[in-house]
Structure formats: structure tokens, C-alpha cells
């Protein structure tokens, strides 16, 4: 049986600026990403990377051409159902965007609460759980300033995946960190997913991490390399 995609990109294309400065960024675009699948992107800085996710993640509008997340059509969407969209994506970013005035339970609780309706003892229940998962169960308590790198990237993943999202978005998770805490946090986020079923779209320039992917998939010039396009599913 053929497993729906999580993903349909269709023929897209996107441009920056207006008038005699609009630059073509994205060039004709195809892509299917399917539930469960890990996607790596790689490709040179200025290729289209982050342009490519963050339509995907509903941060931009489509301008032009198809993107269907779980089926749903973005192409010409509102910025309300934008917004619904993206309590279904958890997203990791390079720098880890944590909150410095909350510890670790409450950044991570923050965004339980955001997407819930649930009483302040289960989210911290859950905030807590989703810690001792990335492996910080001794650090629940302790503000980001008083922690490393890949433990505050650590603290991120468990904000993104708290949800159980059907899509984690990441770009670039790895690059402010040594080789190990890279490792590290790709090896969590991987093992995660798998017993979720959530699908994650990885952009990186970490040629050490490209082993967990189930795919990998190339960006140039914002173009897509051709056998980027069909997954072959087992
Ligand atoms: P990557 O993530 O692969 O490094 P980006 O998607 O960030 O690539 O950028 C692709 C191209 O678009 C680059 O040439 C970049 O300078 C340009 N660009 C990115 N963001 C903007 C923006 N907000 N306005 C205008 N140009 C942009
Ligand atoms: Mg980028």
C-alpha cells in the first residue's frame, strides 16, 4: 500500500523583492515527504534551504505552485489557518531560541500549554517526562544560561516533539555544537521520532549526521537535485 505523504510540493517557486530587485529563489520545487520518513537537506549557504522550510513550515506564504501538508492545500491559505497549521510542526533551529528567564520544565511546558488544554499538573508531568527523555532529568530546574549547548539544543527538541507533532521542522540543529553533542542530538531526535511516527525534515551542513537519515535529498542554486524528488519507500 502506498503511504500517504505528510508532504506534497508541487512546481514551486519563490521570490524575494519587488519590482527591478524580485530575484527568483526557489525554482521549480518537487517534493514528497512521507509519514515516519527522516529527510536530510544539504546543499551550499544561500542555496534556498531555510527559504524551502520555512514555507514548508507555514512561517512564509506560498507564492507560487503547490504545497500540501497533510493534505491541506497552503496555496493561497489565511493567516489564521497558517497559524492553526503550526501547532502541528515542531521546530528546531540553529540557535535554540529557549527562553532565559524560565528553566528548562518551563520552556518546555510553555509550549504544552500554548497547544493544550490541560491542567498545569500534567504539563508539568509531560514537560517533565518529555526532559528525562533528551536525557536532562537531573536539569529540569535549571535556566539555559547555566547549561551547555547541546544541552539547551536538548531542551529544543523536547519543546518541538512535547506535542507528538506529526512534522519536526530543523534547521540546522547541529551547527553551533562539537561533534559529539551534534551526535548526540541527532541520535535523540532520531530515536524519538522513530517511536512517535513523526516525520523531521533535517537541513544541515554536518556531513557526521547524514546516517540517520532515511533519505537525503540536495539543494543547488535553489534547484533540487532530480533523485531528490521520488522517495523510493520499502
Ligand atoms: P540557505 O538556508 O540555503 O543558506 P536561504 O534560503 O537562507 O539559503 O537563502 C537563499 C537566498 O535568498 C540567499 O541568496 C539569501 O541571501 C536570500 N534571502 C534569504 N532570505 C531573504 C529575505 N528575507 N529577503 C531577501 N533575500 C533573502
Ligand atoms: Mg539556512
Known amino acids: 500500500m502506498k503511504k500517504e505523504p505528510v508532504i506534497t510540493i508541487k512546481n514551486l517557486n519563490h521570490y524575494y523583492g519587488k519590482g527591478a530587485l524580485k530575484r527568483q529563489i526557489l525554482f521549480d520545487i518537487n517534493l514528497d515527504i512521507y509519514a515516519g520518513e527522516i529527510v536530510i537537506m544539504t546543499g551550499p549557504s544561500g542555496s534556498g534551504k531555510t527559504t524551502l522550510l520555512s514555507l514548508i513550515g507555514g512561517l512564509r506564504s506560498v507564492q507560487e505552485g503547490s504545497l500540501k501538508f497533510l493534505g491541506e492545500e497552503l496555496f493561497g491559505v489565511s493567516q489564521n489557518k497558517l497559524v492553526q497549521m503550526r501547532r502541528k510542526i515542531g521546530y528546531i533551529f540553529q540557535a535554540h531560541n529557549l527562553l532565559g528567564f524560565l ?93 512517535q511516527g513523526t516525520t523531521i525534515l533535517l537541513v544541515t551542513h554536518d556531513n557526521r549526521i547524514l546516517d540517520i537519515a532515511d533519505r537525503i535529498i540536495e539543494m543547488e542554486d535553489g534547484l533540487l537535485a532530480r533523485n531528490s524528488q521520488s522517495a523510493v519507500i520499502s
Do not use: F
Not at 142 to 165: C, E, F, M, T, W
Not at 167 to 186: F, I, N, Y
Open 103 to 195: 528553566t528548562a520544565r518551563q520552556n518546555v511546558q510553555m509550549a504544552v500549554e500554548l497547544n493544550e488544554n490541560i491542567s498545569q499538573t500534567e504539563a508539568v508531568s509531560k514537560s517533565e517526562g518529555m526532559l528525562g527523555a533528551v536525557g536532562l532529568k537531573e536539569r529540569i530546574n535549571y535556566y539555559p544560561d547555566n547549561l551547555s549547548g547541546g544541552q539547551k539544543q536538548r531542551i529544543a527538541i523536547a519543546r518541538a516533539l512535547v506535542n507528538h507533532p506529526p512534522l519536526v521542522l530543523a534547521d540546522e540543529p547541529t551547527a553551533a555544537l562539537d561533534k559529539q553533542s551534534g551526535r548526540d542530538v541527532v541520535e535523540i531526535m532520531q530515536s524519538l521520532a522513530k517511536e
